[in-house]
């Protein structure tokens, strides 16, 4: 799988829309996508996950084109508590016993007051 | 929701010295964990995937000598870095499969420097 791609930054007002793609050009047909906050020093938490179209949760909404080689994470209003860095996980969850998780290369999230 | 724990937060060892780093699934049993690495300000990398009862498969350019994967039990996956070396200062990460769309909890993490 080639490399997935994020933009490396993003500045935000607090109280704004942010949305950020993911570029995976060689995604596999039984591939997801997942998208999870990180803070320093801490593990991912997860946010949304989807396979197709547009999935929504409580906290953001993902947006993937028919052709599935993107992916967009809305977040509907950020506040300062939501600058962290934003990574997209593309990967098949196997039976197999063999895995394939591939994190893009992540957008850090700086939300201004 | 499920809980993964992870034990040392941070060790701090001398150079060719062998570090052990536990993971734990609090609240559920996992049959398959996963550890990543994480360099600073870099994404999280794949190292190995840890099988309960089995041997754990390594992602390509992993060393399996030197990074040993231990899933002994429903709710314990141990990486040992072996001989470690300042190259192999960063942050390890492990996770425990789940059924349903999050697919995997991640654990708080563990910083590792090797002087």
């Known amino acids: 799988l080639a490399k997935i791609t994020q933009p490396i930054s993003m500045d935000s007002y607090e109280g704004q829309e942010v949305n950020i793609t993911c570029s995976h050009n060689?995604?596999?047909?039984?591939?997801?996508i997942t998208w999870y906050q990180q803070f320093p020093s801490q593990g991912p938490r997860f946010i949304i996950q989807g396979y197709k179209t547009k999935v929504t949760n409580e906290v953001a909404s993902l947006f993937i084109p028919a052709d599935r080689k993107s992916s967009t994470l809305s977040l509907p209003r950020v506040s300062l508590s939501d600058t962290a860095v934003y990574y997209c996980l593309v990967g098949e969850p196997s039976t197999s016993g063999t895995y394939k998780y591939i994190f893009g290369t992540g957008t850090r999230l700086k939300v201004l007051a | 929701g499920a809980v993964v724990s992870q034990h040392p937060s941070w060790v701090i060892c001398k150079s060719g010295t062998s570090v052990k780093i536990e993971c734990r699934s609090l609240?559920?049993?996992?049959?398959?964990m996963f550890w990543y690495r994480q360099f600073p300000k870099q994404s999280l990398m794949l190292m190995a995937t840890s099988n309960e009862g089995s041997k754990a498969t390594y992602e390509q350019g992993v060393e399996k000598d030197k990074f040993l994967i231990n899933h002994a039990s429903l709710t314990l996956s141990t990486l040992t870095v072996t001989s470690a070396h300042p190259e192999d200062s960063s942050f390890y990460i492990c996770?425990?499969?789940?059924?349903?769309?999050?697919?995997?909890?991640f654990g708080p993490g563990t910083r590792l420097t090797v002087l």
């Open positions: 609240d559920f049993q996992a049959t398959t």
């Open positions: 996770s425990a499969r789940v059924e349903g769309p999050e697919d995997q909890f």
């Open positions: 060689n995604i596999a047909t039984n591939d997801y």
